[in-house]
Nanobody
Framework: QVRMVETGGGLVQAGGSLRLSCAASGLTFRNRVVGWFRQAPGKEREVVACISWRGRSTYYADSVKGRFTISRDNVKNTAYLQTDSLKPEDTAVYYC???????????????WGQGTQVTVSS
């Protein structure tokens, strides 16, 4: 059974940082593309960042470039999203997901976690 579990969310002041983790089990993690997505209240879910199998390729949404960093540890079957210089508009539920091929479209992602809440106060 595939399981994706996000942790690391919380309440932080603007300008602060959080490190989100995504632990995967039940699949060959090292063969999957990992994506981080977020959904703010009243808005559609959007892509935040993606990382290729070995971590050599990454993608960032324009809104987070220079502030967020995606990484992965294929030994630990875990992906990370370091979020720095957080803004109130970053407030959302953050999800991780895996895909078989490189993609930024969330429809390509097959397995999803339950999400972790990030709240940034001004």
């Amino acid at each position: 059974q595939v399981r994706m579990v996000e942790t690391g969310g919380g309440l932080v002041q603007a300008g602060g940082s959080l490190r989100l983790s995504c632990a995967a089990s039940g699949l060959t993690f090292r063969n999957r593309v990992v994506g981080w997505f977020r959904q703010a209240p009243g808005k559609e879910r959007e892509v935040v960042a993606c990382i290729s199998w070995r971590g050599r390729s990454t993608y960032y949404a324009d809104s987070v470039k220079g502030r967020f960093t995606i990484s992965r540890d294929n030994v630990k079957n875990t992906a990370y999203l370091q979020t720095d210089s957080l803004k109130p508009e970053d407030t959302a539920v953050y999800y991780c997901a895996v895909a078989d091929q490189w993609a930024t479209d969330q429809n390509a992602y097959k397995y999803w976690g339950q999400g972790t809440q990030v709240t940034v106060s001004s």
